[in-house]
């Protein structure tokens, strides 16, 4: 089955204890991101990857770190997490090289900093 | 600054009723796409509209792209229950870079009570 899967999908953490949230697709998508979602706010992109080693920051990244060794996944690290990183986070991938094409999405991991 | 907003943000309306959401922007896109999000899942893709004017049809859902290609909508015929969910525009942009950037609107709460 054609799929995004997260890890963990729920993680309460206190402030400046590091943390990973892994992401993984067996679809061969070349595109991967990372967003965040908060009421109100939509879908705020944090980081996206276009293909192995190649990252680059979205439209709120500052906080988050990235890395992309292999095709199928694309870990989120938070160095030292802080409160207003509390949020619900979602991993997606496409296979349009610029994630225009139909996003498919993991079913999210919610993190709450204390 | 939210590029696309979306209207109303919430909605809680009966079973069977008619209900219209919008999704505005003062930017052009090249494509609009709208995602359904239910609750402890990632949004899914329903349509990709790409022409200015462009009406589609997927059972009750009926979705345009405005002429100007800045605005759409999305209509639900005689809602069910099923529909509740997160419903997220989503419009292709291109940047000043050369490349496409997809922008996710601020979403619309749905709740069909039976």
């Known amino acids: 089955e054609a799929q995004v899967t997260q890890n963990p999908r729920y993680l309460i953490t206190v402030t400046g204890k590091k943390l990973t949230v892994t992401c993984s697709q067996n679809?061969?998508?070349?595109?991967m991101s990372w967003y965040r979602q908060d009421p109100g706010l939509g879908l705020r992109q944090i980081y996206y990857?276009?293909?192995?080693?190649v990252t680059d920051k979205g439209d709120v990244p500052e906080g988050y770190k990235v890395s992309r060794k292999e095709k199928r996944n694309f870990p989120l690290i938070l160095e030292s997490p802080s409160p207003n990183q509390t949020s619900l986070y979602f991993c997606?991938?496409?296979?349009?090289?610029w994630g225009t094409g139909e996003l498919f999405f993991g079913e999210g991991s919610r993190l709450t900093v204390l | 600054t939210q590029l696309l907003e979306q209207s109303p943000q919430f909605l809680s309306i009966q079973e069977g009723e008619n209900l219209t959401v919008y999704c505005n922007s003062s930017?052009?896109?090249?494509?609009l796409q709208w995602y359904r999000q239910e609750p402890g899942e990632g949004p899914v893709l329903l349509v990709t509209?790409?022409?200015?004017?462009e009406v589609k049809k997927l059972k009750r859902l009926t979705f345009q792209f405005g002429d100007a290609r800045k605005d759409s909508s999305l209509h639900i015929t005689a809602a069910q229950p099923g529909d509740t969910g997160l419903y997220l525009c989503?419009?292709?942009?291109?940047?000043?870079?050369?490349?496409?950037?997809?922008?996710f609107g601020t979403g619309t709460r749905l709740l069909v009570s039976p």
């Open positions: 930017s052009v896109f090249s494509s």
């Open positions: 509209v790409v022409t200015g004017g």
């Open positions: 989503a419009g292709v942009r291109d940047t000043n870079t050369g490349f496409q950037k997809l922008v």
């Open positions: 990857s276009m293909n192995v080693e």
């Open positions: 997606a991938s496409s296979f349009k090289t």
């Open positions: 679809m061969n998508h070349e595109y």
